[in-house]
Every structure is written in C-alpha cells, then in structure tokens.
C-alpha cells in the first residue's frame, strides 16, 4: 500500500491505495464519490472522465498512485458554489441533454474540458471531442446542442422542442 | 488486476534501474497497458511509471529536427504546430481523454499494428532515441507489437527530421478508432516515403513502389494504376483484405492531395 | 396552478439534478455493511460438456466464503418464457430448463458454471481462476440454417434446435400462396436483421441482503420492472414467497429490453446472501455485458410482395429465422412473434397476410426484445421489399406506399395479420414529412454532393407498431403467461402534497416529471408538490414495468384513474365542507367549490381534513385520502411516422455519411413534447446504429468476436447528424384516458430502412445496380456491393 494525497474538488484528501488501485476506484470506492461511473473496460465509454491538472483524463485508466499530488475536479464539484447547478449542467438540464444520466458525469467533464480551450465550439468541433464520450440514450443531439448553448451560441435554430 | 506494485522514477536513470528486474515492466500513459492489465492478461511484478520523468517530456526544434520527449502527450504534440502533418496526426488519436494521457514513447514501443504514431515515424524517417542508442526508424519496426528496444530499454526522445510536405489520412477502424487504414505521406529532398498503418499483419511498412511514383511526380496522378497486394493483409470483421488493399491506394492519394 | 407544468408542457427534467451533479444513486454505487463480492465462471467455449467441477482449491484461496456451482441450483427452478408458442402443427414450443448455473452443458460462451463469493473483487477473480473445470468442447452450433439441419442439439433433452415453427394466421395461408401465385408483379427480397447488444450503458449490477431475524430478502438490481423480477424469483426460480422479497430498482443507466428479464446472476446473489449471512454483490463488466445480456434482433428472412398491375399490394409473405440464443429469455418466444407477425400489415389495406417463422436454438447468448422487439423487424422487411418494388415498377416510392395507405376515414381497421389499428392518419404523416425534409430541395443538394464526388440518396419510410403493451384478455389468448396491466397509488398527504407510486420504471424516460404533470393536470396543483415512487416493490402495489412504449399508455392511464378516484372522493369530503352535494362541487384550478356560488375549499384544505377528520360523516367517507388503481388496456396503441432520411457515400471508400433524419410520427397526444422529442432522438441513434454501425459477430466456434467496444461500433457524437422530429400531427388514442400512444421505440423502428434505402437510393443514382445491402452497411460492405455491380 502507498499513501497519496491529491487535491480533489478544491479539498485535499490523502488515503492507502494498492498499486492497482485505479483513480476511478480511488474516487468511488474510498472517497464515496460516485458519480463518476465506469461502464466499460477497454477506456471507450467515457462515463468515467475526470480533470487531472486541467485536462480530462479517463479515471479508469490512471493508477490512484499517478495522481498522487494532483488536482482532480469530478462531477460532484462542478455545480456552483451555492449548489445550483453551473452553466454547462444548467444547459443540459435546459435542453434534454441527458436521459438516464449514466454518461452524463463523463459527458459533463468532457464538456467543461472542452469549452475551456475552445470557448465557441461549432457543431462539428463537439461532435468530435465526444469521440470518447459514449451515450446510449439521447441519440446525442441535445447533448451537441446542450455544449452549444453552454458556449453561449444561438441554439434556437437546432430542431427540437 | 493481479496486484503489483507502482514506482515513479524521476529521471530517467531511476527509471531504467528500476526497470532491471526482469518482473517489471514500463508504464506509459497506461492507455494500452491498463486495459490489458484490468483483462489480466498481463501480471507484471511492478509498473514503473514514466510520467513523471520530467526530461522525457516536451518538444524542441533545431536544425529542422523536431525532437519530442518519450513522455510527452498526445495532446501536448497536437497543440505544438511546428511539424503540421504530425500535430494533425496526434489531434486524432484516440479522444481527448486518451490524448491526455497517451504518450509518444508509449505508442512506438508498443507498437500496435493500427496504431498512428508508427506511420509518422516510418515515412519521416525519424530517430528513436532510447537511454542507450538512436534507432532509425527503418531499424525499429520489427513486426506486429515487435520492435528493437530491448528489454527495459525506454524510449526518450523521438526525432523527426520535418519534411517539405506530408499528410496523413487515416481510415477510422469505427469502434476502436484506431487505423483500419493509414497512410502517411513524407515528401523531402531525398524523396518521398510513404508508411502504412493498419493493413498488413506485419505491422507498419513502406510502401516503396508507390514511394518510386511520388519521388519522380508528386501528385495523386502519380499513383494512378498502383495497387498493393492484398496478401497478408489484415482481415476482420471491420474490412478485407481486399478492401484494406483498395484502401491503401485511396488514403496514399489523398495523403499527396493534402499534403503541405 | 401555473399551466406550464401540466399537460403539454416541456417542463424540465427534475431527475436531471441529481444525475448532473453526480448525487444519482445507481446499483454499484451503493455498498452495504459487510458486503462481499461475487464473481463468476463463464465458459470460454460455446458448447461442452460439463466433466467436472473441482471447486477445493478455489474454496482455499484467501478471502473465499463460497463457490457455488450447477449443483447448488438442481432442486430449484428455472427462469422460464413468459409467452407460449404454438407450432403450426398445434404442439407446444419446446421450453428446455434455463438453470441459474450451467449443469451438465455449458451452451454459450459467457454461460456461468460457477460463482465465487469473496471479502473482494480481485480475491474472487483470483479463486475463480483456481476453479478446475473439465470441459469437452463440442462443436457449436451458430449459424440458424446449421442448427436446423444438425443432428446434434443445443438441448439433447428435446431432440431439435427448432423451439417452434409458428404460423401466422394459418387461415390466411392458401389465400396468401394464391394471390402471390396470381399477382401481375411479385417483388422478393432475401434480407438479414443483424443482431445487436443492447449497450446500456450502465452494466447489470444485482445486491443481495439477507435478514436471519425474519426470513427476509432485498434484492437491489439494473431492473427495468422490478416486479415482474420478483414474480419470477419467487413463483420460478428461487420459491422465496413475494411478501418476503423486496425487489428494489434504484436509478437505471438504461436498459432498451435488456434488463426486463431476469437473470440468473439476481438468483445467485440471493442465494449466496442467505448461505454466508452477509451482503453479496456482482457487477458485471462490459465484457460479461456483451456475452451474457439479452441480445436482439438476429432474424434473416424472405419477404414477398404481391402486386397487381396499378401497384394495389395483394399479399405479402414472410419467412423468418429468429435466433433464440441458447436458453429462451423471459420475452423471447413473443418478440419473434406476436410483436413481428401481427405487424406484417404495416400502414397498408393488404389483404393477405402470412408469416412463418421458426425459432432457433444456438450456442449463442439468449436473444429477446430489444428497443421495438419485433415491430423493427416486421417494418424492415415491409419497408424494404416496398423500396424494392417501387424501383422494380419505375414507381415514385411515397406515391407506392400512399396508393395503399389506411385512408383516415377506415378506423377502426382490422389488418389482415389481425389487429385493429384503432386511429392514424399517414397521407398527413407523409405529408408534413416532405414539408419539414424540404424535399424540393433535395435534387439541389444531390447535386452540390456530386460536385464534392459524394452520391447523395433519398430514402423514405412509413410505419406503425403496436405499444401499450397490452390487453391482457387478447394476450392470454395469444400465449402470454402473465397479465400486461399496470397500477398506481396516488396518495395524498395531510399537508396536501402527493407521493404517485407506479408500476412503471423510469430509467432515461423522464416519469418523475411526465407522471406529475398529469396528475398537476388534473388536480389542477402544482406539480412540484408531487412526487414519483418506483422501482422499488415495497412501496408500490404491483406493476409490470417498462418496455414496449407502454409506462405512459398503461401506467399513466393508472394515474389517471387513481387520481379520478382521489377527485371524487375529495369531491364528497369538499361537499360535507360546504354543506352541498358531491354533485354541486367543481375542482377547477386546485380549488372546490360549489356551482353557482362562491363557496370554496382548496385541495390543501380538502387533504387536511382527510387526515383530521373532525366532525366526519364517517358513515359515508373513510379518512385518509389515497386511491390504487389497475388499469388493463382495452387495445394496444398504434403510434406511426413517416420518416425520411438523406446520405452521402463516398463511392471511393464507401463510407456513408447520415447528413439528415426527419421523423414525423404520431403518438397522439404528447405529455411533455421535449421528453418524447428526447425518446425519438434516442431511437434514431440505435437505428441509424443498426443500419450502418452495430453488428454481433460469432464465428464458426461460437467466440463472440464483437465482444468490446474495440469492435462493436456503438454510434458516437460523430456518426450521426441532427435530427428533425415533428409530432404535430397527432391522431389521439381512442382507448385511453389520456390519448397516448407511445414514443420509446418509434426512432428505433422507423429509423432503419429509411437508412437503407438512402443508401441504395444514392448508389443507383450513382449508376451502380445495387438492391440491396445487409445491415450494418459498412464501409467495407458498401464498397464490395459497388464492386460488384
């Protein structure tokens, strides 16, 4: 067992993990935060993605002990600091971009990742960067639109209700 | 997983003297190793991790070489710019989580046979510098997941000398999103060379009839009438052989079409 | 109450919050005191017999608590078909024993022959690799024209790989084989439904408690209808009695089919919970998703169209191959069946209907209802053979299929494959179809794809299936073995809020908002005032979950009438308010008052004195105030579209791009349209996944070969375009409460042959004689179709 401390969520927290120990299991298992979810095991579904020093990374497929000394951000602290939910929740909440919300932490982060170097994404350039983001449920469309609106761009004239 | 343990070197000394017992083995960006780990089809004794050996990372250009640290990122080479076909290349590897992570280093001595990173390196006619020699590519690419490194070896440096003009295309193999086809495209004063990711169950190689063409003319035109053979070529359930053949020739054009 | 939180409102989702702040609370997410881990042996060959199992070394390994194997489960029961097929020839379909381990044969790759329970995760894994199990390989049986050739079985026991050879309706056999015998034009189409993986996106996870003090299990699990899970654990599998299971199904990260049926992972966690006295929990891996979740699709088939000379249809016939898979899951005799068969009219006045399909054993993972289940299958093969014929005849496709539309004015219409579609209107649907795609001008667009060396198609499709699953009486009839009702209690609490309990599952389709809207909508209160309870068997009074577009149909018709129920009694309790009769009193906008006066009590007030009943008539009016109702459909729901859809190939590499999607559908009336918008949106994704991405590939030994994401092509951001969905032109639903018909399944059925006939629409403009191409249609497919034409 190694000891490591990172900073996740602003908070510093320290805890043994085995060298096996995936920062995803870190998280869920001995932090409790689970809304970061795993749903694959070959680092495709992307409902496990997380910020490590800034950049998203997919927690399933980076030791605990990698990130020792890192600042980590997860979906449980993205909402603003009152609790409501931050402009990119918001925008999903507002435009159905989410259905059974198991990708939805995964997809979130990816966005946030997204929307910091690239503030105006066009659809394309969305579409893309979820390469690694894998939804079942809403066919994508709101969650393209939803990044969109978030960015601050006119989305009224994306077909839906 | 089986349980092993994790050590994290500094430099790249304490990396390879930690890489001595014969049990350990190098971590990456873990992008390949860990899900390979977490199917248990390997039981390493101990990971040594290289991400945080600071002098394999970054990127610096002299001479027209660019020289990339083995531990740089995807991500970090896609941002850089100064050899275009190369950053256009790492900006469509993987995702963006993937490129945060995945490493240069990593992926050359893996060696995947649909991996990109090996095509660039094969048509630049890049170096792999390793903490105890300089491989030149044509010497590096042994077969599928083979290379020259030997055991405990650690790719530090990749240089690229930057060419006149190259492209690569790449074919997206959907699910996996690496190459079901890659060609990359290298014009420089000595000639034209032209890598294959993806096809052959060799791993990358040269395609050196259609180099002959793009040498005397380099244009699409050039290769009209060139075909590779589709023997040994990889075929599953994502293409045949034949179509992975067919393949070749249309991403070579495309390359040269594209290329700058 | 404010209007935009009732019926037709685009409220947004309250569920959202929690799943977008990481607060949503999924089966793994949970652990219990004392929890242990379960892992599983799975068999790496697809079909062998079971030598022996030598568990004592696995048993020795740190951290085991308990192996269980095939014989553990011997005494108890199986997970059986929830629908009885008949053959043709009048004999039972065969029902050969689904154990909740393998014993004696291990008939797919992934079956299970042993479980390990262990302090861990990685401590299981590792006495599972110590399992010594000899297994003689048998050859497999994989391909279904194989298997119903072979003379070796996936069951010795029942001697065939045929489960049943159905014919539908075998009156109409003789009349069919005529007309198609007399027809001026006959158009054949031989086709392939691929096989898909369900994919949702949140693996199977089952948690067993055990309680020595009173006897008493619960069960948390991925389910989409905890009840029916209970149901079958307890009359089935393991004889727990009900009152003594609680099922629970918390948050759901999708299902699309793939978890209404039970499986034996739920029996063994229960199993292993009361053995070691301490919580057992297993979740899957996506590799175990891909080798032991329910499969769909998987049918190959010969469609027939018989035409007379002005293009009339006269007849079509089909015959079909569905792949059971090894063992029969829950839904998997219907899905083939009465969701396909009875679908064989499609939108049109034919008047010859017959369909045989035979269901076929093979040593691959169960298959049963996926996303449509059925109802993709039936319009595929409509659709395509229609596509097929228009191009035969030089006819325009639309103006085929609107010369033998339903005409508005023929409902009720009892099709010939034997339902009576009860309202629709497809000229409409197609109508505001080619307006929205703006189809004028696609010969502009055709041409700027050519100017970028791309061949541009149009492809068109119409359809209608069958939701609201189901009038229990009609499917009695047809085999079913269980009731297709649903329920709910409404209650009302002292201090005037609601907790609505339904039979429903929500796992993606948004019931916490829907549900309440109706109930606002009725009350005339505030919707935020009521809350949703599902999914957990305790708390709710029975239900039959959700699958087959069916939670609001059935369920939401539950709500309705449990919540007339909770109108009318407080009707009586406001009238002994006011001194007036329950006849005098109106409920218009959360407030009872008297007619023709301005006397009034508020729903709030009208609660309360439920609950404190001072001076009562309570001769007359019972306190508390809180309404259960079953509701029981009087007929399926027949949501239809008109969908169109336009693609680029790239005749180079063959690769097809989806550059627009138009569905145009009729669900009668909407709820909250940007919900059903959401379920069509979701439903065009798996489609235009089906049609040019997902495949399920075994070869010849029986090794799924797509068994990751590395090969199964799930649709990503990528892939596919935006989406234009129109629902204006709802037709209500004659036979329930509130006019619905259904959205969840649309996109996923419509979807498909639109695809595919795109896609050949572009290769023959292209000059290429292609008539067909097997979905996925990959870019490899697509090319070597080109080549070869």
């Known amino acids: 067992m190694t000891k490591v401390t990172m900073t996740i969520n602003g908070k510093s927290v320290s805890g043994e993990v085995e060298g096996r120990t995936l920062l995803s299991s870190f998280l869920r298992e001995d932090l409790h935060l689970t809304g970061t979810h795993i749903g694959c095991d070959t680092s495709q579904c992307g409902a496990c993605v997380v910020h490590v020093d800034g950049k998203p990374v997919k927690s399933c497929t980076m030791f605990a002990a990698e990130a020792d000394g890192a600042d980590v951000a997860t979906i449980e602290g993205q909402a603003n600091e009152d609790g409501s939910l931050n402009v990119i929740q918001a925008a999903f909440q507002e435009h159905h971009g989410l259905q059974c919300g198991f990708c939805t932490p995964g997809m979130v982060m990816s966005a946030a990742a997204l929307l910091k170097d690239n503030p105006k994404p066009s659809e394309a350039e969305v579409r893309e960067y979820l390469e690694g983001n894998i939804c079942r449920c809403t066919g994508y469309h709101n969650i393209v639109k939803a990044i969109m609106a978030a960015s601050g761009q006119d989305v009224s004239a994306i077909a839906a209700e | 997983m089986y349980a092993f343990d994790i050590e994290r070197p500094a430099t790249v000394a304490e990396a390879v003297a930690a890489l001595s017992n014969e049990d350990a083995q190098a971590l990456g960006g873990g992008q390949t190793l860990i899900p390979t780990l977490k199917q248990r089809l390997a039981s390493p004794e101990k990971l040594v991790s290289l991400t945080g050996v600071a002098e394999m990372k970054g990127i610096s250009s002299a001479g027209g070489v660019l020289t990339i640290g083995g531990g740089t990122t995807h991500d970090d080479v896609a941002a850089d710019g100064s050899y275009k076909a190369l950053s256009e290349l790492a900006v469509n590897i993987g995702d963006p989580a993937v490129r945060s992570r995945g490493t240069i280093g990593g992926s050359l001595a893996n060696n995947d046979p649909s991996a990109c990173y090996p095509a660039a390196a094969l048509a630049s006619g890049a170096t792999i510098v390793t903490n105890t020699r300089e491989i030149a590519a044509d010497d590096y690419f042994v077969g599928l997941f083979e290379t020259a490194l030997d055991e405990g070896e650690i790719i530090t440096a990749v240089k690229f000398p930057i060419p006149e003009k190259a492209n690569y295309q790449k074919f997206v193999q959907p699910a996996s999103r690496f190459a079901l086809v890659g060609v990359f495209v290298a014009k420089t004063a000595d000639g034209v060379r032209v890598a294959v990711t993806g096809a052959s169950n060799e791993g990358v190689h040269r395609w050196t009839a259609a180099e002959d063409a793009l040498s005397k003319d380099f244009s699409a035109g050039a290769l009209e009438g060139l075909s590779v053979s589709a023997d040994d070529l990889i075929a599953d359930l994502h293409g045949s052989a034949e179509y992975r053949a067919h393949l070749v020739a249309v991403m070579t054009k495309r390359a040269v079409a594209a290329a700058s | ?789």
């Open chain 3, 1 to 789: 109450m404010p209007k935009d939180g009732g019926i037709g409102a685009s409220t947004v989702r309250r569920e959202d919050v929690r799943f977008l702040t990481g607060t949503g609370q999924y089966c793994d997410d949970m652990n219990m005191f004392g929890q242990t881990a379960a892992v599983f042996a799975r068999s790496t060959v697809a079909n062998g017999v079971i030598k022996s199992i030598d568990t004592s070394a696995a048993e020795a390994m740190p951290g085991v608590l308990a192996v269980f194997t095939g014989e553990d489960f011997v005494e108890v029961g199986g997970n059986p078909a929830g629908w009885l097929i008949n053959s043709r020839d009048g004999e039972p379909m065969k029902e050969p024993k689904r154990p909740v381990l393998a014993h004696g044969k291990v008939r797919h790759v992934g079956d299970a022959y042993a479980a390990v329970i262990a302090e861990t995760v990685e401590q299981a894994k590792d006495a599972v690799e110590a399992i010594e199990a000899d297994i003689e390989e048998l050859p497999a049986i994989v391909n279904m024209k194989d298997a119903l050739a072979a003379d070796h079985y996936v069951h010795d026991e029942i001697g065939t790989n045929q489960c049943f050879d159905w014919g539908w309706i075998e009156d109409n056999r003789a009349a069919t084989d005529a007309a198609i015998k007399g027809a001026h034009h006959v158009t054949t189409l031989e086709l392939v439904n691929n096989r898909l993986v369900p994919n949702a996106m949140e693996p199977r996870c089952s948690m067993a408690q055990y309680n020595r003090a009173n006897d008493e299990y619960v069960l948390h699990t991925t389910s989409q209808n905890p009840h029916l899970t209970r149901l079958l654990i307890s009359a089935f599998v393991l004889g727990i009695p009900e009152n003594k299971l609680t099922v629970i199904a918390p948050d759901v990260g999708g299902g699309f089919g793939s978890k209404i049926y039970h499986y034996g992972e739920e029996a063994l966690v229960l199993a292993a919970a009361k053995k070691i006295g301490r919580p057992v929990k297993w979740t899957a891996d996506r590799t175990e998703a891909f080798l032991t979740d329910a499969h769909g699709r998987d049918h190959v088939t010969k469609i027939e169209l018989a035409m007379d000379k002005d293009g009339n249809f006269l007849a079509f016939r089909t015959e079909t191959m569905a792949n059971v898979g090894a063992y029969l899951s829950n839904f998997s005799t219907a899905t083939p069946t009465f969701l396909h068969g009875t679908l064989m009219a499609g939108n049109y006045t034919v008047p010859n209907i017959y369909v045989n399909v035979k269901a076929v054993f093979t040593n691959t993972a169960p298959v049963d209802a996926y996303r449509g289940a059925g109802r993709p299958e039936a319009t595929f093969s409509l659709e395509r053979v229609i596509d097929k014929a228009a191009r035969e005849i030089g006819m325009d496709p639309i103006a085929l299929r609107r010369k033998n539309f339903i005409k508005p004015d023929q409902y009720p219409f009892a099709s010939a494959a034997g339902l009576e579609y009860d309202s629709g209107n497809y000229d409409a649907l197609m109508d505001q179809m080619e307006k929205v795609a703006d189809m004028a001008g696609f010969e502009a667009r055709r041409k700027a794809s050519e100017k970028k060396g791309k061949l541009r198609g149009f492809g068109v499709n119409a359809y209608i299936e069958a939701c609201g699953i189901a009038p229990s009486n009609l499917v009695g009839v047809l085999g079913s073995r269980v009731g297709l009702y649903d329920a709910a209690t409404v209650r009302v609490n002292a201090t005037g809020n609601l907790s609505v309990m339904v039979g429903a599952h929500s796992h993606g389709q948004g019931h916490e908002t829907a549900f309440p809207q109706v109930v606002a909508e009725m009350l005339g209160i505030d919707p935020q005032s009521i809350d949703i309870v599902h999914g957990d068997t305790s708390k709710i009074p029975f239900g039959m979950g959700t699958y087959g577009s069916r939670s609001l149909a059935v369920c939401g018709s539950a709500v309705v009438r449990a919540t007339e129920k909770i109108i009318n009694k407080a009707k009586k309790i406001a009238a002994h308010m006011l001194e007036a009769s329950d006849g005098d009193i109106e409920l218009k906008d959360g407030v009872f008052s008297v007619a023709g006066t301005d006397k009034s009590v508020t729903f709030g007030e009208v609660a309360l004195k439920a609950y404190i009943p001072h001076e009562f008539p309570l001769e007359d009016i019972e306190p508390g105030l809180e309404e259960t109702a079953f509701y029981d459909p009087a007929n399926f729901t027949y949501p239809s579209g008109a969908y169109c859809c336009e693609v680029e190939v790239d005749p180079e590499t063959g690769k097809v791009s989806v550059e627009s999607m138009t569905a145009v559908d009729d669900f009668g009336n909407v709820i909250n349209p940007m919900i059903v918008t959401g379920q069509v949106h979701g439903g065009l994704g798996q489609g235009i996944g089906q049609a040019l991405l997902e495949n399920t590939t075994y070869d010849e030994n029986g090794q799924l070969l797509s068994a990751s994401y590395m090969d199964y092509v799930m649709p990503r951001a990528d892939d596919l375009p935006f989406y234009t969905v129109d629902h204006s032109q709802g037709n209500a639903c004659t036979h329930n409460p509130l006019g619905v018909k259904g959205c969840g399944e649309a996109g996923a059925i419509g979807s498909p042959p639109t695809v595919v006939n795109a896609v050949i629409d572009a290769l023959q403009s292209g000059g290429k004689n292609v008539t067909h191409i097997d979905m996925p249609m990959t870019p490899h497919r697509v090319w070597s179709a080109m080549q070869n034409a």
